[in-house]
């Protein structure tokens, strides 16, 4: 290879580095970003009312006031946010959590073929705790609050 042949080849090697940089360069005059004042983003978030702590966080409703206005339809639809979780019918499988088929006054964490969380065991105090319609209704309520360590991912 000749001196002539070796300067061709770095001609265009400096020519298309020469490119590149001047198309980045333009691109950026073009296309220019100015930086924000402030990195980052504003979160909006609604100020708590003046005059004292948060009020407490609603408890559950007494059972007895639920079952005497109880509504077939409206606890099918109620159960529709269960089913993504459980099943509902007689020997249905156990999904992410077991079957709730004949639930009430069954022991609690006993249900066979599903592994309960250490909570849940520790609950059922080594299955004479039962699930009575007052259970049932605070776990319901609030999952995390009643049952220390539930799987349960349901907020309530």
Known sequence: MDSNEVNKLLAGLLGTVFVVFSVGIVSDAL?????????GFAIEAAEPAEGGPAAPAAAAKPIADLLATANVEQGAAV?????????????????VGPDLWDLVDRPVA???????????KEFSKGGTEKWTYDN???FITSPKKFVKGTAMGFAG
Not at 110 to 120: D, I, K, L, N, V
């Open 79 to 95: 159960f529709k946010k269960c089913q993504a979780c459980h099943s509902g019918e007689k020997g249905g499988p156990n999904k």
């Open 31 to 39: 296309f220019a970003s100015p930086a924000p004042e402030k990195p």
């Open 136 to 138: 049932i209704n605070h």
């Open 110 to 120: 006993e249900h066979e073929g599903f592994a309960y969380s250490a909570g849940m």
